[in-house]
């Protein structure tokens, strides 16, 4: 079926249309030649024959008339030489046989005397051949003109009449004028008829060759020059088949301002405003899919999260109050005692601060509230920032943290979101980094990101909860947790930030230790 498809593609084609319509109307034109020819010419050649006949006899009449009124040398047969010259080109540029004579009654008997040509340049044939054709139009003149099957009567007037006959002797067909000037004397002009039909015939052979040759010339010609006329076009169908796959990167390259030039602009304005159209229609729709699944997370977001903090706050808030009572009923005396019960009370109310404040981040970032900005900047400078920054608590664990990367490294992303990722990576591996005590920070090139790597030795994340630590407030050594001082928000931050940024995160146990890792655009979209 796809094989009969494109076999009428290639039928139905503007160029295959172009080369089939020309070569038709040169073919339909040469035939049309070629009836007129047939149909037509032998009349058209009958009727100029008739006309230089006619015109013949008129001028020979002119011819004796003014011979016999000018003074001249006449020749023995009663014409001057230069009449008898000017009979001659006469009859030469027309191709026929002329004769001027007299016929003299002679005691009952007709008697020829030629003028023209001369009886000495006539051979006694021709002079019968004469007779026997004329002595019939002789009678006619007495007697009037009977058609007979080889004598047909074309044209006649009160001085001559042309009749078309046919000559059974040599089987040809002659154009004959016979009639009478003002002299007196006879004229009988005639001409072949056959060769014109031989010409007629000639001529359409010729002319039916030709037209043949023409037509195949024609339609190799219109193949060549065929694909600058229909290759826009085809270009032009290309460009809007990927219009209608959404793909508005083709464009017609407008170069002349002809029809197709004109249709190449309007479809270049086209594909520029649909795919205006068409973005302005997926952003409208993406906020409405967005405000949809916000309207629809926002009660369950809501609710995790009053749980959470209820949750969270409770262990500190307990602390809070049972030291204050403390301190309210004066439990112990002494100031050292109390010193330290205020110190529990600060360090407490530290720790629901900034388990507050990081919960207020994590909530903008995942209702969208915080504008993602992105720009491009060095990565690698920015995770020496954090390294620098968190030295003192790494020192603190006699704990080291060291990168390999020197040169810049450039990625579009936002840059204060990505140092908050760093800032929970390496803050998350100082408080769990154990053994040799080391921290680890790569930078791995791939096609499109670059993955962020930090590793730290120390013990490994049970395999049933690595995909759990990313859920708020999930912790997965409480006792730990509690003794640094965490909350279970700072990964859940990581994971908003880079679903944010459309990218990547994750983490796996190493024989020695955990990594995490994040991925970051190198080009910008």
Same mark, same amino acid.
């Given at each position: 079926?796809?094989?009969?498809?494109?076999?009428? $593609?290639?039928?139905?084609?503007?160029?295959?249309?172009?080369?089939?319509?020309?070569?038709?109307?040169?073919?339909?034109?040469?035939?049309?030649?070629?009836?007129?020819?047939?149909?037509?010419?032998?009349?058209?050649?009958?009727?100029?024959?008739?006309?230089?006949?006619?015109?013949?006899?008129?001028?020979?009449?002119?011819?004796?008339?003014?011979?016999?009124?000018?003074?001249?040398?006449?020749?023995?047969?009663?014409?001057?030489?230069?009449?008898?010259?000017?009979?001659?080109?006469?009859?030469?540029?027309?191709?026929?046989?002329?004769?001027?004579?007299?016929?003299?009654?002679?005691?009952?008997?007709? @008697?020829?005397?030629?003028?023209?040509?001369?009886?000495?340049?006539?051979?006694?044939?021709?002079?019968?051949?004469?007779?026997?054709?004329?002595?019939?139009?002789?009678?006619?003149?007495?007697?009037?003109?009977?058609?007979?099957?080889?004598?047909?009567?074309?044209?006649?007037?009160?001085?001559?009449?042309?009749?078309?006959?046919?000559?059974?002797?040599?089987?040809?067909?002659?154009?004959?004028?016979?009639?009478?000037?003002?002299?007196?004397?006879?004229?009988?002009?005639?001409?072949?008829?056959?060769?014109?039909?031989?010409?007629?015939?000639?001529?359409? $052979?010729?002319?039916?060759?030709?037209?043949?040759?023409?037509?195949?010339?024609?339609?190799?010609?219109?193949?060549?020059?065929?694909?600058?006329?229909?290759?826009?076009?085809?270009?032009?169908?290309?460009?809007?088949? $990927?219009?209608?796959?959404?793909?508005?990167?083709?464009?017609?390259?407008?170069?002349?301002?002809?029809?197709?030039?004109?249709?190449?602009?309007?479809?270049?304005?086209?594909?520029?405003?649909?795919?205006?159209?068409?973005?302005?229609?997926?952003?409208?729709?993406?906020?409405? @899919?967005?405000?949809?699944?916000?309207?629809?997370?926002?009660?369950?977001?809501?609710?995790?999260?009053?749980?959470?903090?209820?949750?969270?706050?409770?262990?500190?808030?307990?602390?809070?109050?049972?030291?204050?009572?403390?301190?309210?009923?004066?439990?112990?005396?002494?100031?050292?005692?109390?010193?330290?019960?205020?110190?529990?009370?600060?360090?407490?109310?530290?720790?629901?601060?900034?388990?507050?404040?990081?919960?207020?981040?994590?909530?903008?970032?995942?209702?969208?509230?915080?504008?993602?900005?992105?720009?491009?900047?060095?990565?690698?400078?920015?995770?020496?920032?954090?390294?620098?920054?968190?030295?003192?608590?790494?020192?603190?664990?006699?704990?080291?943290?060291?990168?390999?990367?020197?040169?810049?490294?450039?990625?579009?992303?936002?840059?204060?979101?990505?140092?908050?990722?760093?800032?929970?990576?390496?803050?998350?591996?100082?408080?769990?980094?154990?053994?040799?005590?080391?921290?680890?920070?790569?930078?791995?090139?791939?096609?499109?990101?670059?993955?962020?790597?930090?590793?730290?030795?120390?013990?490994?994340?049970?395999?049933?909860?690595?995909?759990?630590?990313?859920?708020?407030?999930?912790?997965?050594?409480?006792?730990?947790?509690?003794?640094?001082?965490?909350?279970?928000?700072?990964?859940?931050?990581?994971?908003?930030?880079?679903?944010?940024?459309?990218?990547?995160?994750?983490?796996?146990?190493?024989?020695?230790?955990?990594?995490?890792?994040?991925?970051?655009?190198?080009?910008?979209?």
């Amino acid at each position: 079926m796809r094989n009969k498809n494109v076999s009428f $593609r290639k039928i139905s084609s503007i160029k295959t249309k172009l080369i089939v319509v020309l070569c038709s109307i040169l073919a339909l034109t040469i035939l049309g030649c070629w009836l007129t020819n047939q149909l037509f010419l032998p009349m058209y050649y009958q009727h100029s024959k008739i006309s230089t006949l006619s015109a013949s006899f008129r001028k020979i009449n002119h011819i004796v008339k003014n011979d016999s009124e000018q003074q001249g040398n006449p020749s023995d047969s009663g014409l001057s030489e230069k009449s008898i010259n000017t009979l001659d080109s006469l009859t030469e540029n027309g191709s026929m046989n002329a004769y001027l004579f007299r016929i003299n009654d002679y005691f009952g008997m007709l @008697q020829y005397t030629f003028c023209y040509p001369s009886a000495d340049s006539l051979s006694n044939v021709q002079k019968q051949n004469v007779r026997d054709k004329t002595m019939d139009y002789v009678i006619g003149l007495v007697n009037g003109y009977v058609e007979g099957k080889s004598r047909e009567l074309i044209k006649g007037n009160d001085k001559y009449q042309v009749f078309k006959s046919y000559d059974e002797r040599i089987g040809s067909y002659y154009l004959e004028l016979f009639g009478r000037i003002d002299s007196g004397d006879f004229v009988y002009i005639s001409t072949n008829y056959q060769s014109m039909k031989e010409s007629v015939a000639v001529s359409n $052979r010729f002319l039916a060759y030709i037209g043949v040759i023409a037509v195949l010339i024609s339609g190799i010609i219109l193949f060549m020059i065929g694909n600058s006329f229909t290759k826009p076009i085809v270009y032009l169908t290309d460009i809007a088949t $990927r219009m209608s796959q959404l793909d508005f990167e083709a464009k017609y390259p407008v170069t002349t301002e002809d029809e197709i030039g004109r249709l190449g602009n309007s479809i270049n304005m086209l594909s520029e405003r649909l795919e205006e159209t068409i973005s302005e229609l997926k952003s409208a729709n993406n906020e409405l @899919q967005k405000d949809i699944e916000n309207k629809i997370q926002i009660d369950e977001m809501r609710k995790d999260f009053l749980s959470n903090v209820s949750h969270e706050l409770k262990t500190p808030i307990a602390l809070i109050q049972g030291y204050a009572e403390g301190l309210h009923d004066n439990i112990n005396d002494d100031s050292e005692s109390r010193e330290f019960y205020c110190d529990v009370i600060i360090d407490e109310a530290n720790k629901m601060n900034k388990m507050v404040k990081k919960l207020l981040t994590l909530n903008q970032i995942e209702f969208g509230k915080n504008q993602i900005n992105f720009e491009r900047f060095d990565i690698v400078q920015v995770i020496r920032s954090v390294i620098q920054s968190a030295s003192l608590l790494a020192d603190q664990k006699d704990a080291e943290i060291y990168m390999e990367e020197t040169e810049p490294v450039y990625v579009w992303a936002d840059e204060y979101m990505v140092e908050e990722i760093v800032t929970n990576y390496i803050s998350n591996a100082i408080n769990h980094v154990d053994g040799e005590k080391r921290i680890r920070v790569t930078l791995e090139m791939r096609e499109k990101v670059v993955r962020i790597r930090v590793f730290n030795t120390g013990k490994q994340i049970p395999e049933d909860e690595l995909d759990k630590i990313w859920i708020k407030f999930y912790k997965v050594d409480k006792a730990r947790t509690r003794a640094y001082g965490g909350s279970g928000i700072g990964l859940s931050i990581v994971k908003a930030i880079v679903d944010a940024m459309n990218q990547q995160c994750g983490v796996k146990n190493c024989h020695d230790g955990v990594e995490f890792w994040f991925d970051l655009d190198r080009q910008s979209h």
